[in-house]
């Protein structure tokens, strides 16, 4: 053979390897990538369907599924339980997040727990966070509806004891903080500070130090809320996510499937750009010597319109 042409043919070899190698190195990426996404989607959307998702009645999935397709206003009644068997613990925070895509603007109105009204399904008037104790997500979804005179397209219940694990998986949150108090053998100064989970545990229980009482406790707790979203908005590291939305499945429950979450993320993620909480009003009185919060309509009508604006 001539040598030339061997040595022809072994260039050309040689140049083919030096064509694939790259090829096959992007392959292998593009398949340990996806092996890595397929984890990620998957692993999320087990943690979200298998273990978070619980089904209610009071809430017409047809019409929410709609609103959301049109990306219209949604109204999530978040509940924030005070024991640990979230079946039976009473709804120490209750408040109303309306995400408002076309204006990107979210607000969160919180509902005193000592507020009297009319518990749906009883036909009695109690403090509005008996509710969710006497009939679970249903009878808290359908008095707050009766009580504000709004429709509610989702709810969320977090048992408050989950805060600590949930705001440490995420590292830290950022708050603004209006009182200068110590508890717990913790410090918190005025202005902006960073809380671990068990300072977020700290910060959201004291009361006594609050001259607002359990009102200024409701306001921590919105702020908790708003660090918790602004915070898990940020989110890059695909593990962490995974590990997140486990720590979730723990701790909440809620009617949100995973493909809503996807729609929420796409369509409404903007909304976290303004900010707005409110805490609705009203007075304080004794009732068979039992303390309740009385709400006058035009504060409800107010809330209302704020709600659906």
């Known amino acids: 053979m001539n040598p030339n042409k061997q040595r022809n043919r072994k260039g050309k070899k040689k140049r083919n390897w030096w064509i694939l190698t790259p ?32 089904s209610v009645s009071a809430i017409d999935s047809n019409l929410t599924q709609k609103k959301l397709d049109d990306r219209e206003n949604l109204n999530i009644l978040l509940l924030g339980i005070d024991a640990d068997s979230e079946e039976s613990g009473r709804s120490d925070a209750m408040m109303v997040m309306s995400l408002k895509p076309e204006t990107d603007e979210m607000t969160l109105v919180s509902i005193p727990r000592d507020t009297r009204t009319t518990i749906i399904g009883r036909g009695t008037e109690d403090k509005i966070n008996h509710a969710f104790a006497f009939g679970g997500p249903d ?26 694990e949930l705001v440490d998986e995420l590292g830290t ?34 009361r006594k130090q609050d001259p607002d009482g359990d009102f200024g406790r409701t306001e921590r707790q919105r702020k908790v809320i708003e ?32 493909n809503d979450m996807l729609t929420l993320l796409q369509h409404y993620r903007n909304t976290r750009r303004n900010f707005e909480s409110y805490q609705i009003q009203g007075s304080g009185t004794m009732i068979n010597n039992i303390y309740y919060y009385l709400v006058p309509d035009e504060e409800i009508i107010k809330v209302r319109e704020m709600i659906e604006s």
């Open 139 to 164: 009878m808290a979804i359908e008095t707050v509806e009766n009580f504000l005179g709004i429709d509610l397209d989702f709810f969320v219940r977090i048992n408050m004891e989950g805060l600590e």
């Open 173 to 206: 949150i950022t708050i603004n903080n209006e009182l200068e108090f110590s508890q717990g053998g913790y410090q918190f100064p005025l202005g902006p500070i960073d809380l671990n989970g068990d300072m977020t545990m700290n910060y959201v229980r004291m």
């Open 227 to 258: 660090g918790i979203i602004n915070e898990g908005a940020t989110i890059s590291n695909a593990t962490r996510i995974v590990e997140f939305t486990d720590i979730l499945g723990n701790n909440m429950g809620t009617n949100l499937e995973f």
């Open 23 to 54: 090829l096959i190195i992007l392959l292998i990426l593009i398949v340990s990538i996806g092996s890595y996404a397929a984890y990620v989607f998957f692993g999320v959307k087990n943690n979200v369907d298998g273990k978070m998702y619980e």
